[in-house]
């Protein structure tokens, strides 16, 4: 298989991320920065990615890392790490990172450091306040994807179970809400059926908005190793680096998925080319969308998918000949204003096909975040905890049973969403947010609406690593804490590995762990006593294991750290073999399932987690983005990850030399050879990117990996999000970051 060009980079010379995954060392990469040598080891799941790469951190006798390397004997990596693994230590040791606990006491004036007495003393008292003031419902939290379970079940539940507060949400909105909503209303759970050897085992893979090549580079290197020469379709309006790796490309039309789909799946059902006896054993909806889909022939898709109707017949063919097809997708399909259907049209094909539950197939959502699976199930945001619904009588007694709590603090209604959240604060019944582990003020869509909304907030604490953040900046009040490698907790990855992330350094200053900074407010709060058996993330991880039990991700079968770091981790679901009635607290004497170190995937026997165990056939008519090129703004804009040095809003990857030099420090726009000839541009030269919202300034980047009439910018410089406009799926509510209209013209 020809190498992968990151284009960028590649185009000026630098290396690619195949050349940096394959030859580490030549980069840079994984330098000794001591020469002490090590006088032990441990695993750690690494925090940036939800791939889940395990890494061995080497410690010196103080037991403080001094160094580290992927793990060899890891199911998940199998001894590779991307740069950002390579370099995950770097971070910590910053000048920026928040030190001491910072205030803001007057409006406009500087933040200065306070003790974390006052600190903590001073969010309740706010927060409290602005509660008397205008009611339990006007304080909001905006989570994260990015700490360990643990301590996300302990932030949703001091929040909502607590504080009395009920608006909260996460960054994973912004990520993976549109999996999330797709899965439960198809599966009937949040469940990505797939293990990672199903990368090696496919014939066909399909890959649908998803680059992972630069965004999930070992997940990438897996599909490498696949020893059945695969057919591997790339549906992305980009020529991307893993478009040119693959064998098919299909250069789509933004947000044209659903129409190419629907144009797959009819051609499909119209050859017969389906599972008739898994769709009747295991479906239901098939004859509705059969019904439906007879209105979408391959030449009524062609114009509005950009994809010629022979080329559409091309596609199914492909999966028509596979025996073992699989489906994944990540942000091109997870980011739109029809999101939720156009994950249900590819996990549709996986259906019909009978593609599921099989060795190399799969409806397989690709993670981003290192814990977003872990926020989805046990944020206790949007969800309560364990997957279950705030809305239902019998999931609120299970989780006030198990949690020892009154089933009176935990709320019956279900919280705003993200953009409702921010809508709540411009109208004013919102006063105060918490934001913890995310940085809106760059990353939200349509970010100047974000900057302004803090006009309108009483009081705006941020708990960041950093206090250099966009966000931070903003803030009345900012909460130093340690980052990934300061503490311990799990994440659960993309296949669903829970696996075991290490404290390996001291935090800076009086930087705390989240954990602990939750425990302080609690006990300030007043609400202590809730939390009193949460002493440690390990007593934590054995309540969620209880809180598991029985459900679909029960993982009540998992004792403890240890045997997870023996086991390489282990995917859920995991029971106990010897089950407790639910109420039971979990011992040692409990025998565990023996299968602690193999894969495993879901739906092997076409049981699905809905009430008749079948999974749902769902669709709706495609519909025109709400923001599309018209005469002023000709451009489509389309944005996402640009390197695999540089991750999201680069408050910590840009802390690395190393990673810096692996990534173009200016903002760049890439536009088609013929659109720049056109418009007098010269790769290089500078130009104005202007949308509805706003004009910003960035260099030009000719490459005909984009299609004419479109450009791309990566996610990772602050302006871009200025331009973004702010529409979202009506099911998931997840922004459509990658689909705007621009106009861009030579900078004078
Ligand atoms: N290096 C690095 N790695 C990362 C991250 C990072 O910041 N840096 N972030 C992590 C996170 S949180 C995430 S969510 C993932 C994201 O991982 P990916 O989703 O793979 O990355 P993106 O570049 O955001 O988007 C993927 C592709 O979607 C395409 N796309 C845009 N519009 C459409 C469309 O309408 N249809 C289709 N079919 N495709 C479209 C884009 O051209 C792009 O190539 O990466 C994770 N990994
Ligand atoms: N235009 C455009 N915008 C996008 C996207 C896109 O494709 N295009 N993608 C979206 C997606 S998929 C995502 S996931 C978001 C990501 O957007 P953000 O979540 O805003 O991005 P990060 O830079 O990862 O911010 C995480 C913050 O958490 C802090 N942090 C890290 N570890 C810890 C910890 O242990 N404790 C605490 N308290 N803080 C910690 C870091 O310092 C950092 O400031 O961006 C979204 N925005
Ligand atoms: S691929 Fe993801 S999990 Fe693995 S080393 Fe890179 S950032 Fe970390
Ligand atoms: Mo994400």
Redesign the pocket.
Known sequence: MKTTLDSLLHARGGPTTEELVQEPGRFGLGRLPSRRAPASTVDSVC?FCATGCSLKVHLDDRGQAINLSPSPDYPVNLGMACPKGWEALT?LAADDRATHPLFRTTKGGPLRPVSWGDAIQTFVDRMKAVQYAHGSHSIALLS?????TE?MAFLGSLFKFGMGGLHADS??R???ATAHVAYKQAFGFDAPPYTYSDFEESDVLVFSGANPAIAHPIMWQRVMRNPHNPQIVVIDPRHTETAMAATDHFAITPKGDLWLLYGVAHELIARNAIDRDFIEAHTTGFDEFAQFIAEYPPERCAAASGIDASRIRDLATLIDQGKRVSFWWT?GV??GHQSTRITHALINLALITGNIGRPGTGANSIT??CN?MGSRIFGNTTSLLGGRSFAEQTDREDVARLLEIPIERIPTQSSLAYDQIIDAIEQGEIRALWV??????????NQDRFRQIREKLDFLVV????AS?E??AMADLV?P????G??DGTFINSERRIGVTRKVAVAPGEAL??FS?FRLIAEAWGCGDMFAKWTSPEAVFRKLALLSLGRPCDFSGIKGYDQLSVAGGIQWPFASTTRPSVGDRLTDSLSIDEDSSSERRLFADGKFFTPDQRARILFEAPTHAPESPSADYSFWLN???GSSAQ???????DKSDVLRKLAPRELYVEIHPSDAERLDIKDGCSVTVGSRRASISARAFVTPTVSAGQVF?P?HFRE??R??FAAFDPHSRQ?S??ACAVHIERAS
């Open positions: 925090g971070p994260t994807g990015q700490i360990p301590e960054n994973t912004q990520c993976m942000m997870n980011q981003g975040q977003a913890i582990a995310t940085n809106p003020a760059h990353s939200w869509i708990q960041d690593m950093y953040t966000t931070a909460l804490a340690a980052g990934w300061e503490k762990a989240d900074i944005t996402g990850r991750w999201h809003t680069g408050s910590r990857s910018m996610m871009v999000n331009l973004t922004p970051y990658k």
